[in-house]
């Protein structure tokens, strides 16, 4: 079973960059389609980006889109989000888990959830 966990969130400028790390310490995650998720205080928990185990395609909502980068380095067992441009509106807890894709391309979580990592940014 994936369990993983997250990584490289703190507090950034407007403005500034992060990279988030996932991964599994015990268990390959090379063959799962991975996703990023995140949750802001007082909101729901909402996709952010993912992308699939087969080819590489990635997925982003319309909020983070030519913001944040998605990627995987199967040498590493890791997935990472790359996040640019960062907004106040980004701040939240960030989690990554295993993920699975409708025939509409949207995209779910299907495993359980890490510790998370939090993302502030803030002046």
């Known amino acids: 079973q994936v369990q993983v966990v997250e990584s490289g969130g703190g507090l950034v400028q407007p403005g500034g960059s992060l990279r988030l790390s996932c991964t599994d310490s015990?268990?390959?995650?090379?063959?799962?389609?991975m996703g990023w998720f995140r949750q802001a205080p007082g909101k729901k928990r909402e996709g952010v980006s993912s992308?699939?185990?087969?080819?590489?395609?990635?997925y982003y909502s319309d909020s983070v889109k030519g913001r944040f980068t998605i990627s995987r380095d199967k040498t590493q067992n890791t997935v990472y989000l790359q996040m640019n441009s960062l907004k106040p509106e980004d701040t939240a807890v960030y989690y990554c888990?295993?993920?699975?894709?409708?025939?509409?391309?949207?995209?779910?979580?299907?495993?359980?959830w890490g510790p998370g990592t939090q993302v502030t940014v803030s002046s």
């Open positions: 015990t268990t390959t995650i090379n063959n799962y389609a």
């Open positions: 992308i699939s185990s087969r080819d590489g395609t990635t």
């Open positions: 888990t295993t993920v699975r894709f409708n025939n509409d391309g949207s995209w779910y979580a299907s495993g359980s």
